[in-house]
């Protein structure tokens, strides 16, 4: 960005990594630079973290980000458009409005699909994803009409038992939607979770009222006479009836823009970025849950808005570079706090773990730490995370003094 001239950058995407790489860009440029911001979704950027606060009375606008960063006449959002076509040679984007716009860098934060299982009857009526506000909307409508259609409470099914799908569960449930999560692992949140800490966490929902099914695979959903969800069929053999069904299987990157213009895309999906998020094509940046980093594709916040910094940086001269992917989780589920970091499953060879468990009270406390007994390499707290704060900051460091004092309970 040495150019006297105005730097065009165009960001494909308005989610939540667009919106921190533009918001980002404009506070630190110091030399003149326009920014182009095209979304497909017809509203401005919102924090889709909190999609299952609609359903404890928070309104559209609450989740909506503060606008006055499209005040700013450096910067021009375009919403309800889809990018179609990248001709790289031009540096030039064609959208389904039949608009070209000109490019100096490319940002690519397409973000991703929501993915579903293969099964038969997995587009049926009643079959959602729970990734965006439309999704939201809709599942609420249907909810809505389809209890008064039938004259009764619904029942509902989440496939998938990760965080995701165990707020869509807590969703349905505030909908007045008799609910059950249906996982294919042995434990809930298997990639933040331990058995034991996934078993307790599987108590607090039952007590809520929430069914729990592990290691159980959805084969089939069924329709009835009008078309819509009214069974669901597993593995074993057995069914069960259910009107709803919410997908939270993981994403599929929309890597399609990258892919028919030859930017290189892994296998397994996702744009190929490098640690400064630069593509094959040096013109062009990917950032968020579309970018490919180390052979992975991740949905977090944090390494989203990571990739953004870097991006940002690097136009400007910086050398920085992305940490890649902590997948640690925070989170409040079913009343209870649940809270996993660093190397969580002890992973690291001859880990030792420290570990405090109260089942009846649905307390469980663990620390990993490394062959040394004292350096803390991550962690899982449920039911009280009240030393997250402090301990988070500690991975990598060593404990003082006796590491099981970080879990056991005060005594008084």
């Known amino acids: 960005m040495n150019s006297p001239t105005t730097t065009e950058i165009l960001i494909v995407g308005a989610g939540m990594a667009a919106r921190r790489f533009a918001e980002q860009l404009l506070t630190r440029a110091s030399e003149p630079v326009r920014i182009t911001m095209i979304g497909d979704e017809g509203r401005q950027p919102y924090d889709r973290t909190r999609l299952s606060d609609l359903f404890l009375g928070a309104a559209e606008e609450d989740l909506t980000f503060d606008s006055s960063l499209f005040e700013d006449d450096r910067i021009e959002l375009i919403v309800d458009d889809r990018v179609l076509r990248i001709d790289r040679r031009a540096q030039t984007v064609l959208t389904r409005s039949r608009q070209t716009h ?12 929501a993915a579903r299982i293969a099964v038969d009857g997995a587009a049926l009526p009643g079959c959602f994803a729970y990734r965006t506000l439309d999704d939201v909307e809709e599942l609420r409508e249907f909810v809505q009409a389809r209890s008064a259609e039938l004259g009764r409470d619904l029942r509902g099914v989440v496939i998938g038992g990760g965080v995701l799908g165990l707020e869509a569960a807590g969703a349905l449930q505030t909908m007045g939607v008799d609910a059950t999560v249906i996982q294919y692992a042995d434990r809930l949140m298997a990639t933040q979770l331990d058995g034991t800490a996934g078993s307790i966490v599987k108590r607090h929902l039952q007590a809520r009222g929430i069914a729990v099914r592990t290691g159980t695979r959805a084969t089939r959903i069924d329709p009835d006479e009008s078309g819509a969800v009214t069974a669901i069929e597993y593995q074993d053999g057995s069914f069960q ?64 808005y990571e990739m953004a910094d870097v991006a940002v940086g690097r136009l400007l001269g910086e050398d920085v570079a992305f940490s890649g992917y902590d997948e640690s989780a925070a989170v409040t589920l079913a009343g209870v706090e649940v809270v996993s970091f660093g190397d969580a499953l002890a992973s690291t060879p001859d880990a030792v773990d420290v570990l405090y468990a109260d089942p009846i009270a649905g307390v469980y406390k663990k620390l990993v730490l490394a062959e040394d007994a004292h350096t803390l390499l991550g962690g899982i707290l449920v039911g009280d995370a009240s030393a997250y704060g402090s301990l988070r900051p500690l991975v990598g460091a060593r404990l003082v003094g006796d590491p099981s004092s970080y879990v056991l309970p005060a005594r008084g």
């Open 102 to 113: 000109r490019y100096d860098t490319l940002v690519l934060a397409t973000g991703a699909y």
């Open 241 to 304: 009836r259910v009107d709803v069904v919410i997908f939270t299987v993981g994403m599929l990157a929309r890597d399609e823009l990258a892919r028919n213009a030859g930017i290189d895309v892994h296998p397994l999906g996702g744009i190929v970025i490098d640690d400064g998020c630069r593509t094959s094509d040096p013109a062009v940046l990917a950032i968020g849950e579309v970018a490919s980093y180390d052979g992975r594709c991740v949905g977090l916040v944090a390494a989203a």
